[in-house]
């Protein structure tokens, strides 16, 4: 069964620094990857997605993530941390179950960046 | 284009108290899925459909919550009765068929059961 692992549910960064979400999936078939970002008081949004297009994928507002087969491991990443970032984030992989679309999502990492 | 609508955005009631939810998802969208947010448990998927007929309901914690998705653009989710430990944020997101398509989500539903 698929399932995806956030290493470290909070995660604080000065502002300027390098932002690192960590994320491993565990995946029978080459996986589908998303990552989400969900502000206070709002849904979830979509931030990048992994289609194996590429294995660097770029998304929104600076961030990207690199997928690495070898390290089953789909890590988030920003150069450098804005205020804005402060949000929970969360790495989700989709697979099909029983024909139909199957989204699993990580427990979420809260970012915190520090002025 | 409109995003997916959820309502009420708040509830608070009283505990016994029948509750719905609703949600409209965007068009065209095949799939719509139901989630509950807690601090304890995190984001929990209740139940989600296929083209109006419900997939896997294995997330649904009890016989006292239901949801039903009648047609392509609208989805209810129902409490009957309801007691504090449901007070959570419940969220309601549609997709494009396809393992690669991402969801999107509406802004949820805070509810508080007193």
């Known amino acids: 069964a698929q399932s995806v692992t956030q290493l470290g549910s909070h995660v604080s960064v000065s502002e300027g620094a390098l932002v690192l979400l960590r994320c491993n999936y565990s995946?029978?078939?080459?996986?589908?990857l998303f990552w989400y970002v969900q502000y206070p008081n709002q849904g979830l949004q979509l931030l990048l997605k992994?289609?194996?297009?590429?294995?660097l994928v770029k998304g929104i507002n600076g961030f990207e993530a690199e997928f690495k087969k070898s390290e089953t491991s789909f890590h988030l990443t920003k150069p450098s941390a804005h205020m804005s970032d402060a949000a929970e984030y969360f790495c989700?992989?989709?697979?099909?179950?029983?024909?139909?679309?199957?989204?699993?999502f990580g427990t979420g990492t809260k970012l915190q960046v520090i002025p | 284009d409109a995003g997916v609508i959820q309502s009420p955005r708040h509830e608070v009631t009283e505990m016994g108290q029948e509750v719905t939810l609703r949600c409209k998802p965007i068009?065209?969208?095949?799939?719509l899925f139901w989630y509950r947010q807690t601090m304890m448990r995190g984001l929990e998927l209740l139940i989600y459909?296929?083209?109006?007929?419900?997939?896997?309901d294995s997330g649904m914690p009890e016989d006292r919550f239901s949801a039903k998705m009648p047609n392509a653009s609208f989805s209810t989710l129902k409490i009957q009765p309801s007691e504090p430990r449901d007070s959570a944020v419940y969220f309601c997101?549609?997709?494009?068929?396809?393992?690669?398509?991402?969801?999107?989500f509406g802004d949820g539903t805070r509810l508080s059961i007193l």
């Open positions: 997101a549609s997709s494009d068929p396809g393992t690669n398509q991402p969801q999107h």
């Open positions: 995946s029978s078939v080459p996986p589908y």
């Open positions: 992994y289609t194996s297009a590429a294995t």
């Open positions: 989700a992989v989709s697979d099909l179950a029983g024909g139909y679309q199957k989204v699993t």
């Open positions: 068009s065209g969208h095949d799939y």
């Open positions: 459909f296929n083209n109006n007929v419900p997939i896997d």
